[in-house]
Nanobody, 115 residues
Framework: QVHLVESGGGLVQPGGSLTLSCAAS????????LGWYRQAPGKQRELVAD???????NYADSVKNRFRISRDSAKNMLYLEMNSLKPEDTAVYYC?????????WGQGTQVTVSS
């Protein structure tokens, strides 16, 4: 079993920055992929960024060159650094860890970009 807890969300002005964190506990020995999704009101959940344990990263076109995904494997932490935030980035952000073929999800953290 894997337990994920996100933190770091909040209210930020357009153009601002936030860093989200995801703390993992449990058996992640067979981890192969991890990342972040988001869901805005009335919209489907969409991939923001993910990476393999080998370090290959993938970003949604809408966040390329603004967001950066990183991992601290020693601390079982995943991060999402978000810069130049836009109102359309407003959503609940969820981290996920894929262990073998099963995806584990956190409870989500709200990010609101507004002046």
């Amino acid at each position: 079993q894997v337990h994920l807890v996100e933190s770091g969300g909040g209210l930020v002005q357009p153009g601002g920055s936030l860093t989200l964190s995801c703390a993992a506990s449990g058996d992640i020995f067979s981890l192969n992929r991890l990342g972040w999704y988001r869901q805005a009101p009335g919209k489907q959940r969409e991939l923001v960024a993910d990476r393999t344990t080998a370090g290959t990263t993938n970003y949604a076109d809408s966040v390329k060159n603004r967001f950066r995904i990183s991992r601290d494997s020693a601390k079982n932490m995943l991060y999402l650094e978000m810069n130049s935030l836009k109102p359309e980035d407003t959503a609940v952000y969820y981290c996920f860890f894929r262990v073998k073929v099963r995806d584990y999800w956190g409870q989500g953290t709200q990010v609101t970009v507004s002046s």
